[in-house]
């Protein structure tokens, strides 16, 4: 364990001075080696390279996310532009990369096992991806087209935010309020009160706004401030997004150009799963039929509502507005009541209870251990064989420390390299803590999540492969959230939540009827839903597939794709494009926004191999899911590992029924 009651703020400039000089002292010995460049002196040089770096950044950033403080705020705001000039540098280096370049050209003659081969398939690509080896004047035009691309993701995010904050919707006479709840009338107060406003408001928040659509009644008020949020980043002026979105698409797809690929989605798929833009567009399409079908029967349902209220023909202001009414009726639940079964301890015990049925953990609490929180707990994680796994953290309350949302992260990365090394992996949750008689409770969403973090703790945890760069999480994009999504369906399970899921103070299991509750209102309103999502992932995909754009208009592209697929007329896109901030407000998500599906249809399908073996734990199956997924990092292209795991490439199939989308008895044709 790092030991984290030793360390100071004060010691983390220092610390990372000498990591980076022994980095670059490492590589320079690779680069500078005089000896013919082999698969050992070069990328096992590579691979041994910055350990103390490694153990420095591990131990900065999981602090800067989970406890941090103004001294390390200023530290990470230093240090984060020289670790990336430190990449870079590596990156260009044109003799480094010559060496990288002269193994991959014969690595068929170089008699590599299948790890080690991945592992120079992965130096090379990633030096590629970043231009190595292409001439100079491509590598400069690349580099500046970096740096704009950058300004202008920084830039959307900021027109975004400036028009969220510009508008408010006031809320003046008793009738504005009509339909909202107590707790949104609260909400409306408070968001007054934060701006130095009198009286009430509703903000752009999704957090605001999508309650309040859902509530309100007035159908003049929810149009106003439903134009006002799609709108964000299309309102002329400074802060209109559309030419930066222009700008944005048109130097993506010339960096693709210089970087050999034929579109920008062509570049930014071909590390991941799909692979190609089509593969992706195949799912999407596969999904977009049957949505929209359950969408238009979804619309009418809705209709009959709004015919009573004479509201005219449904518009995208009154969906939500009459969906939530039906989901009143059919699932309403309340919190108060599920809550007290969902107690953290038991959660923590439901997480453990599955992970050892399936791949034989135990964990050992171990409070000797350092930490660097009080708040965070530590268990030791042992094997079958009773050989140590590695060593898990959880860190589960909110803070003003710590940053909003759930994560996992690590450490220490498992690896067999070199004597070896054992995972050191933490969960990071933000739930509220308990006080007095009444134990930390969480509400079945938090449940899940817990769940869903556990997953990837997984993944980091039984991680067993030679080389770390290929360790546990390394995985693309689209195939990192498969172990994470797929161990949430365990918690779902009737079996796990009638022995876990227990009231606090009786310890009378969960009813049944609130089971049945929770786990039907999944599929509710999944037409809708998946829709909004398809076509926001569609448009994605379309925009990075253009091979050049030097003039676009954004809003007519956008136009004319969504008419293309049919999109219906009282739903939008979940994000519209100018203030699409997973695509443009940085790289994240760009070209690859239909990630989120993705991932689902491997949960969806590998869940359904246990369905299938007739036993939620069935061992066999769960020993192929613990040596070609949760063990296996980055060993194989995820289409091998997941066909290794499950007989056959993955099918949407179990999706659409996981969505209540698949074809039932009421739909004809097809
Ligand atoms: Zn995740």
Aim: charged letters at 25%; a negative charge.
């Amino acid at each position: 364990m790092p030991p984290f009651g030793a360390i100071e703020a004060a010691d983390f400039l220092p610390a990372f001075a000498a990591a980076l000089a022994a980095d670059r002292a490492d590589i320079e010995a690779v680069r500078d080696n005089p000896a013919e460049p082999s698969f050992e002196n070069t990328i096992l040089g590579l691979e041994r390279s910055g350990a103390a770096l490694d153990r420095v950044c591990n131990v900065f950033f999981n602090l800067t996310g989970a406890d941090t403080n103004d001294a390390l705020r200023a530290i990470e705001r230093e240090i984060a532009p020289v670790l990336s000039r430190h990449g870079s540098a590596m990156y260009l280096d044109d003799a480094l990369f010559a060496r990288i370049d002269g193994l991959a050209r014969r690595i068929d003659e170089l008699g590599l096992d299948a790890e080690s081969r991945r592992l120079l398939e992965r130096y090379h690509r990633m030096f590629r991806r970043q231009g190595a080896g292409l001439p100079d004047e491509v590598r400069t035009r690349l580099a500046s087209i970096g740096e704009r691309l950058a300004v202008l993701g920084t830039r959307f995010t900021q027109n975004v935010l400036a028009d969220e904050q510009d508008f408010v919707l006031p809320l003046e006479s008793e009738a504005d309020f009509a339909g909202l709840p107590d707790d949104l009338r609260a909400a409306a107060r408070q968001a007054a009160q934060d701006r130095g406003l009198p009286g009430h408001v509703i903000t752009l928040a999704r957090s605001s706004i999508e309650p309040f659509l859902q509530y309100a009644a007035r159908r003049d008020l929810r149009h106003r401030a439903f134009q006002a949020w799609t709108s964000r980043g299309e309102r002329g002026g400074a802060t209109d997004n559309r030419e930066v979105v222009a700008e944005t698409v048109k130097l993506r797809a010339e960096r693709a150009r210089l970087l050999g690929y034929p579109t920008f989605a062509h570049y930014r798929l071909d590390d991941t799963m799909a692979k190609t833009p089509e593969a992706a567009q195949e799912l999407l399409r596969a999904v977009w039929g049957p949505a929209r079908d359950l969408a238009r029967r979804e619309a009418e349902a809705l209709q009959r509502l709004a015919d009573r209220d004479a509201a005219g023909p449904l518009a995208p202001w009154d969906w939500r507005h009459y969906a939530e009414q039906v989901r009143h009726e059919r699932f309403s639940i309340d919190a108060a009541a599920v809550k007290p079964y969902f107690a953290l301890s038991g959660m923590i015990e439901a997480a453990f209870s599955c992970a050892s049925r399936l791949f034989g953990l135990s964990f050992t609490e171990r409070p000797d251990l350092p930490r660097y929180h009080p708040d965070v707990r530590a268990w030791e994680v042992t094997g079958p064989d009773g050989g140590l796994v590695g060593i898990f953290l959880g860190d589960y309350f909110a803070r003003p420390s710590k940053r909003s949302g759930a994560w996992m992260s690590s450490f220490r990365r498992q690896r067999r390299l070199d004597g070896g090394a054992r995972p050191i992996v933490v969960n990071v949750m933000n739930f509220a803590e308990g006080s007095g008689d009444v134990p930390t409770l969480l509400s079945f969403d938090d449940a899940r999540t817990l769940f869903h973090e556990f997953g990837h703790a997984l993944h980091g945890l039984l991680s067993d492969v030679t080389y770390p760069a290929l360790a546990g999480t390394s995985v693309p994009r689209d195939f990192v959230e498969f172990p994470s999504q797929l161990f949430e369906h365990w918690l779902e399970q009737p079996e796990i939540l009638s022995r876990f899921a227990r009231h606090y103070q009786t310890g009378a299991p969960i009813p049944d009827d609130i089971v049945e509750r929770l786990l039907s209102s999944r599929k509710f309103n999944q037409g809708f839903a998946t829709v909004e999502y398809v076509s926001s992932a569609l448009v994605d995909l379309e925009f990075h597939l253009l091979p050049s754009a030097d003039t676009i208009d954004v809003a007519a592209f956008e136009r004319r794709t969504l008419e293309s697929i049919g999109m219906p007329e009282a739903i939008t896109m979940r994000h519209r494009t100018p203030h699409f901030q997973h695509v443009f407000g940085g790289d994240g998500y760009s070209a690859a926004y239909y990630s989120y599906m993705w991932s689902e249809v491997l949960d969806a399908d590998g869940f359904a191999a246990f369905e299938e073996a007739g036993d939620i734990f069935d061992p066999e199956v769960a020993e192929r899911l613990r040596r070609f997924v949760y063990a296996a990092g980055d060993l194989r292209d995820p289409k091998d590992a997941y066909t290794a795991f499950r007989g056959r490439l993955p099918s949407p199939e179990a999706l659409l029924r996981q969505r209540g989308l698949a074809p039932t008895q009421s739909q004809s044709g097809l």
